[in-house]
Nanobody, 123 residues
Framework: VQLQASGGGLVQAGGSLRLSCAAS????????VGWFRQAPGKEREFVAN????????NYADSVKGRFTVSRDNAKNTVYLQMNSLIPEDTAVYYC?????????????????WGQGTQVTVSS
């Protein structure tokens, strides 16, 4: 599975962005997808995940209530809607895919990764 993340950019605090993760796989609905982020000098951390059918989602506490993950399997795309952005959300955001879903929040549980998209939130 090849993944391509897009939609990052520069936004002021309080603003919104929507990230997209497009997959090359026709049977994309068979894959769970996770979003991770990595700020300079920090470890890559879990942000959100979604099951293959899109009915099950989970979020890191730091983004709960502000971010929403969804997917459109007809378009082979997963989205991360980010609202009420704060400077601490600044990072490179990555999407990743796994052939199973078990609310995995470790980067080591995902087999396929996109290239990352930069999100910068100014204060």
């Amino acid at each position: 599975v090849q993944l391509q993340a897009s939609g990052g950019g520069l936004v002021q605090a309080g603003g919104s962005l929507r990230l997209s993760c497009a997959a090359s796989e026709r049977s994309f609905s068979a894959y769970a997808v996770g979003w991770f982020r990595q700020a300079p000098g920090k470890e890559r951390e879990f942000v959100a995940n979604i099951g293959g059918a899109g009915r099950i989602t989970n979020y890191a506490d730091s983004v709960k209530g502000r971010f929403t993950v969804s997917r459109d399997n007809a378009k082979n795309t997963v989205y991360l809607q980010m609202n009420s952005l704060i400077p601490e959300d600044t990072a490179v955001y990555y999407c990743a895919a796994s052939s199973y879903y078990s609310n995995q929040q470790s980067r080591h549980d995902y087999d396929y990764w996109g290239q990352g998209t930069q999100v910068t939130v100014s204060s």
